[in-house]
């Protein structure tokens, strides 16, 4: 909510990454004119169900060591859970090293994480050969607007670019469902039936 206000007012907002986002949502650039609103960070603690020391440790880390070369150098680096490496790449975190999310979330689950191995970072041992592996990343269906939406309001609880409403309005229009926006209801007459579509984000009784 407050996200989407701060939008509405100008202000921009860039997305989370490993390489450059803090823990805490910070502001990033600058400007010479007073009146131009300098752009919002996403930080780390946005991510779901993460321990705050966890987070705080990519930051040390990449701070102490420079960026990242790769998702198998912060995995070396960060030596963080999988279930962890999980959040972050479905949050979009990890963008840097893979636009698409759904594959590097596939690729997540081979990874091999023994500290004791030389292979920690990179491919289970006995995994499949590679041609096959990506004969099945060419089978990934790619993320429609609406399953990006889910992703990651599931992961952080909201997106930066797109809202459940937005995707589903394309598809009220192709319905030729009549559901009116804010801006429409304010020009209908007094006591006319309407039909709107809206959603609940925070329940409270009074």
Partial sequence: VLLADAQRHGVSFLPLDVQVSDYDYKMEGITS?????????????????????????????????????????????????????MKLAAAGAFKAFHQNVRELLWKSEAINLDQQSFLLGQAKEGSRPKSEDEEDQNLIPTESNWDTTRREYN????????????????????????????????????????????????????
């Fill in 33 to 85: 004119k007073a009146t131009e609103l300098v752009p919002v960070r996403e930080g780390l603690r946005s991510i779901y169900g993460v321990p705050e020391k966890w987070l705080r440790k990519i930051e040390e880390e990449r701070a102490a060591h420079g960026i990242f070369k790769s998702l198998k150098d912060f995995i070396q680096r960060t030596q963080l859970p999988k279930i962890l490496l």
């Fill in 155 to 206: 992961s952080k609880g909201f997106s930066l670019e797109l809202h459940p409403l937005m995707v589903l309005r394309a598809l009220f229009r192709q319905q030729r469902r009549n559901y009116l926006n804010s801006d429409q209801v304010q020009e209908c007459r007094h006591r006319q039936k309407i039909c709107v579509a809206g959603l609940i984000s925070i329940t409270q009784r009074p």
